[in-house]
């Protein structure tokens, strides 16, 4: 007989981060205990060069319901987690990073949620503690920006740390985009969603993976995933920039047609050069956005598979599955 599927399945992505493996389990673990539910802990290693897979290990040996899903190599946090995602086979899913910032304590809110009804719990970051005043600005613009731009309620000051019910869970599943901005993908799902409010942690060890270029990369994924408006944004600015000219250029001919003095602006090499070097560079930008859009489609339609498995294994009282054992083979997903 099959072993049943757990109630709650807590998926991690982790990228260098031996220094947090143990806390993090022991947390984690405590907490879920309390629920007293059949659940397992996902832990994805995205790729790491330390010693997170042999930490793994150590307490898969001594400890049940640990999943370890290794990737072929290092493809990103958003689908590192859509790897675990994929594969959590729990009535509900918790996403969390493995840092700690995020507190497992807050899982059994999500909990109590998910019983009273609700289909996604979300953390609500209240304070951010240990981070830069320009990364907490930086942050704070993109949120209000991405909510302006997209026509998805995408709640403001969030981050992927929530609580996802199977059909949601299901419905991501069946989103094979290549440029994954997972919260806002939650929120286009719909059903019912809440907020849950805590105060974020500083990071228990390690460095951050999130260096301002790669949150930069990740603001870019997320507004190109759920918003065409820079694409008419280029076409708004081109019929601005062309009526300015169109009149521009009946200022001039009145002026050559009834002898005036033109004025200074009209007379030189400076206003022209000044204008093609306008015109230029807004027809780069344009380009530029154009071409965000087109390498997404190019990406995607190369159909190439999200992620590569090189193993996944279980620490269990139970024999794997033959089903799970097929998957664990497969290098494809």
Known sequence: MSEPNPVVSVVVPLFNE??????????????????????????????????????????????????????????????????????????????????LQDPPELIAEFFAKWRDGYDVVYAVRRTRKGESAFKLLTARIFYRIIKRLTNVAIPVDTGDFRLMSRRVVTALNESPERHRFLRGMVSWVGFNQIGVEYDRDERNAGVTKYPFSKMFRFAIDGITSFSDVPLRFVSYFGFISSLVAFLYAILVIVFKLFSLNPPAYTKGWASTIVAIMFLGGVQLIGLGILGEYVGRIYEQVKGRPLYLVREISRSSPQPMHAADSATAQETQL
């Open 18 to 99: 031996a220094g947090n493996v143990f806390p993090l389990l022991d947390r984690i673990t405590s907490i879920v205990d309390a629920l007293g539910v059949s659940y397992e802990i996902v832990l994805v290693n995205d790729g790491s060069r330390d010693t997170t897979v042999a930490e793994i290990r150590t307490v898969m040996a001594r400890q049940n319901n640990i999943v370890l899903i290794d990737l072929s190599r290092n493809f990103g946090h958003q689908l590192a987690a859509t790897a675990g995602i994929e594969i959590a086979r729990g009535d509900a899913v918790v996403l969390m990073d493995g840092d």
